[in-house]
């Protein structure tokens, strides 16, 4: 997903969108409600609601939507949360599996420090209150996966509660204006992941791989402060950057680092809250902000057909872009919680109430982690657009590609081009040759000096801009070469010269006089075959811009 | 030799009267003669002489590990014992094997200790009697003393000779009848609600149950995580404290064991009782009270000597 900001979503609510098969039913014809351009993976736009559309519906008032979130980020740490065994992404099966992992007779969890860091760091960067006793719970479900038949997690009492994530959403015509967001963090809490289930349809069995039995995952519970799934898509994404940039958790939804379940109802604004579905299973960025219009819309047909909603968990299903209800319905599970006798209260401490001579390996001090955290994306914007004055919507573009921000700062280092032009080569052209090729920041054939360099052509106007995006393409094809080599051989230098320039525009117009009329009546778009046609003569080596001036200066005269 | 107190044979293994070596073979012999009392679910006679062997080797190089080097202990069934089953007298862990050591067993094994076989108990410590594992029940040796013959004899009433045998309480059972029956100079149960000091009592040798957190539950299959504990059973006061100033101590792996008092454990050399001023802990009904005081205490010199405890901790009984 491309950037984390929201396109065209109004201000407060957002109204129900068409879905791909559902838009038949409110007559809106063939115009759906979002747009989807793939290039970029950019997620959908949310439009103005087609009121006649809805009015018609049995003269219904609008609809609002509720969303809430919870997500489980894996913390990323040397080990797991309570036993000593490692963490590896797609290691051997069952080859990274201590003896508590396994849930063997007699063994003991030990909190991992690490962990708690984590999670306080997070809470921090999230204004959360920080709990300075927390305790543990165990709550108990039967799944081949949890060989211990309980989790570990926190359930009275959290690390983490009443914090807040901002997200910025862009409105108004051309979407220029941003607007911050907020949605309330109830609580965020230190948990245990369960092992994978991998079912073998083929010989009728399931396997089980205990690897990532026992990570340590952080639960941030959202508020249902949201109303789309843009919001949601947006907050997760601005959630993902942060926890990347505390170094918290690597919070990438492919490897499963990030796993978010929606909470949604829909009601007419001013009656109480409907009844809400659990949407499972959304493992992509893509796919999250679609998972959760589609339940919103079919709440909303659901309860326009006289319907009820069920209060059920239902999985996304991403071939047939819907949600269908999950096939185990047991009814409310009762998960037996209890705290969990073999952990003493989590005890963290600050400055003022750190005992004296208390062993520094021993405790945590929240004073020391606040001074010790890093800058977080949003002051990181901020510094851009200071130093920079780059528009605020680049500088989302910028954070929101890994590496990119870095290869920007790297070119600006080695050119003295303006940082506008620098954001606009590298938040389009170099950006659009990466997606096109599918390829991230760091496997770019082209260097931050490479494109420096050539920005410094640009900039000395030894090049125009048309040559400079040739020589660009070429870097791209052919390593090694040097931009300055590039435009020597193929002789792309600009025309110096200024007064063979004239001869050519004047030979130009001698040759052309129909449209030296045309120009001299006035018609705009005359001049630019003019213009073209000196270009045809100079191949393309003389800056447009002189030559419009040359020209309007020989006709003029 | 097997009757003496555990000091008293260290000492004796130090000055070479008896070796390692022959030591645990006669406790293994006592071991299979005693079979009858169902003491033991498995005994680890391949271990115990390897291990016997090797404190043979430390003692004669004189680098003997201490008081426990070449005592023949017992452990209760529900430690995780490294290479030999771990049943709990129960089905759902027959043919179970650990592929660790409990921290107890460990610390015991580090000094040295030779280790005689894992003792029945109840399933997995729920009982007071050992009389329900799986392995059937344990038998209390004074079953078979002279006295206790001699009483049933008299009450006869043509009843099997087999079914007439006294319980040892519970859970710990196993390992009070093999200390009680001289196979073992020490053996290591487990104490929820008194399952070690209940079959001490039975098996009338001394049973130790250590305050919650002073000893490490790593490797103890629980009963109640927030009350077990790991006991001793010995045959005098001394070798109980012995053993424990061997397995007191924090333990990394396991979060509930509190961090090091500093002092090291001593047990003072007190021979005359007389000075000593006992409490006994008052409990909220008067009845159990007076009738403690009324029982059995009666002691030349001490009558006046006893002291009614008050504490918060007896409204929790």
Redesign the interface.
């Known amino acids: 997903m491309a950037a984390p900001m929201l396109r065209g979503c109004c201000l407060g609510r957002c109204w129900a969108l068409a879905c791909i098969d559902s838009s038949s039913r409110h007559g809106r014809g063939a115009a759906t409600g979002f747009t989807s351009s793939g290039k970029r993976g950019q997620s959908f736009v949310a439009q103005q609601p087609l009121l006649t559309a809805q009015k018609s519906r049995k003269g219904e008032h609008k609809w609002a939507a509720v969303v809430g979130l919870e997500i489980h980020a894996q913390i990323a740490s040397n080990s797991k949360l309570f036993s000593g065994s490692q963490v590896h992404f797609a290691a051997p099966p069952n080859s990274l599996v201590s ?1 508590f992992d396994a849930s ?8 991992n420090r690490r962990c708690v860091e984590a999670a306080v760091m997070t809470g921090l960067a999230l204004n959360c209150h920080i709990n300075k006793k927390s305790l543990f719970d165990r709550k108990h479900y039967f799944y081949a996966d949890l060989p211990a038949g309980y989790q570990i997690t926190q359930q009275r009492l959290p690390i983490a509660v009443n914090g807040s994530l901002a997200y910025s959403v862009c409105v108004g015509k051309k979407w220029r204006q941003v607007i911050t967001k907020t949605v309330r963090i109830k609580q965020i809490q230190l948990e245990q992941d369960s092992g994978k289930s991998l079912h073998d349809e083929l010989r009728s069995q399931t396997l089980i791989d205990l690897n990532r039995a026992g990570v340590g995952l952080l639960e941030l519970v959202l508020e249902p402060d949201m109303s789309c799934g843009e919001e949601a898509a947006t907050a997760v994404r601005e959630l993902q950057l942060i926890l990347q940039a505390l170094g918290t958790s690597q919070a990438n939804m492919a490897e499963g680092q990030l796993r978010v379940d929606a909470n949604i109802s829909v009601h007419h604004p001013g009656e109480p809250l409907g009844v809400r579905t659990e949407v499972k299973n959304l493992n992509s960025a893509r796919f999250l902000a679609r998972a959760i219009d589609y339940e919103i819309q079919r709440q909303i047909n659901e309860l326009e057909n006289g319907c009820e909603i069920l209060n059920e968990t239902r999985s996304f299903d991403y071939k047939l872009g819907c949600t269908v209800p999950m096939r185990d319905k047991e009814g409310k599970q009762d998960y037996r919680f209890m705290p969990e ?4 209260p989590l005890l963290l401490y600050d400055t003022a109430s750190l005992p004296a001579g208390a062993d520094p390996q021993q405790v945590i001090n929240i004073d020391r982690i606040r001074e010790q955290l890093p800058e977080l994306p949003s002051e990181t914007r901020e510094k851009l657009i200071q130093q920079y004055g780059i528009l605020p919507e680049h500088s989302f573009a910028l954070l929101n590609e890994v590496g990119l921000l870095e290869f920007f700062q790297n070119v600006i280092k080695e050119t003295r081009a303006e940082p506008k032009k620098v954001t606009s080569w590298v938040l389009n052209i170099f950006l659009g040759f990466l997606k096109q090729r599918n390829l991230a920041v760091n496997e770019s054939p082209v260097t931050p000096s490479v494109l420096a360099e050539l920005l410094n052509l640009l900039d000395r106007k030894v090049i125009s801009s048309a040559a400079a995006k040739q020589v660009f393409e070429e870097l791209w094809r052919s390593k090694g070469k040097t931009p300055s080599q590039i435009v020597s051989e193929r002789k792309l230098e600009l025309m110096q010269d200024e007064e063979a320039l004239e001869r050519v525009c004047h030979a130009v117009m001698e040759g052309h006089p129909q449209v030296v009329m045309d120009t001299k009546r006035g018609n705009p778009r005359a001049i630019n075959k003019l213009i073209g046609l000196v270009r045809k003569v100079t191949h393309n080596r003389a800056d447009p811009t002189v030559i419009k001036e040359i020209l309007e200066k020989q006709l003029s005269s | 030799m097997l009757g003496r107190t555990l000091q008293e044979v260290s000492a004796a293994l130090k000055q070479g009267q008896i070796t390692p070596v022959e030591l645990c073979q006669k406790c293994l012999s006592l071991i299979k003669k005693t079979k009858f009392l169902n003491a033991y679910i498995t005994i680890s006679e391949e271990v115990a002489l390897k291990q016997a062997e090797e404190s043979e080797k430390r003692y004669k190089k004189g680098h003997s590990l201490g008081a426990l080097d070449g005592i023949p202990v017992a452990v209760k069934d529900n430690f995780s014992t490294s290479g030999i089953e771990t049943t709990c007298a129960s089905n759902m862990l027959k043919g179970y094997v650990p592929p660790y050591n409990a921290t107890v067993v460990q610390r015991l094994l580090d000094q040295g200790a030779v280790l005689m076989g894992k003792t029945n108990l109840d399933e997995f410590a729920m009982g007071s009697g050992s009389t329900d594992g799986v392995f059937g029940p344990v038998k209390n040796p004074w079953s078979y003393s002279k006295q206790y013959r001699e009483k049933r004899k008299q009450k006869s009433h043509g009843e099997n000779e087999d079914s007439n045998w006294l319980i040892t309480g519970g859970s710990s059972g196993g390992s009070a009848a093999a200390v009680s029956a001289f196979t073992c100079f020490a053996a290591l149960g487990s104490d929820t609600g008194g399952s070690t000091r209940n079959p001490a009592a039975h098996c009338g040798i001394v049973g130790f149950k250590p305050s919650y957190g002073l000893v490490s539950r790593h490797g103890l299959i629980p009963l109640v995580n927030s009350m077990d504990v790991p006991g001793i059973l010995t045959r005098c006061v001394d070798d109980a404290a012995t053993v424990l100033g061997v397995l007191a101590g924090h333990d990394p792996k396991d979060s509930t064991t509190i961090q090091d008092p500093g002092k090291p454990f001593m047990l003072s050399s007190l021979t005359d009782v007389s000075k000593l001023c006992i409490g006994i802990p008052k409990v909220s009904l008067p009845f159990h009270f007076t009738e403690i005081l009324s029982g059995q205490i009666q002691s030349p010199g001490l009558g006046n000597r006893l002291v009614g405890v008050e504490s918060c901790l007896c409204h929790f009984c």
């Open positions: 003896f063997l007779p007699g063994t003991l969890p030990v909190l006798p073999n952990l003493p």
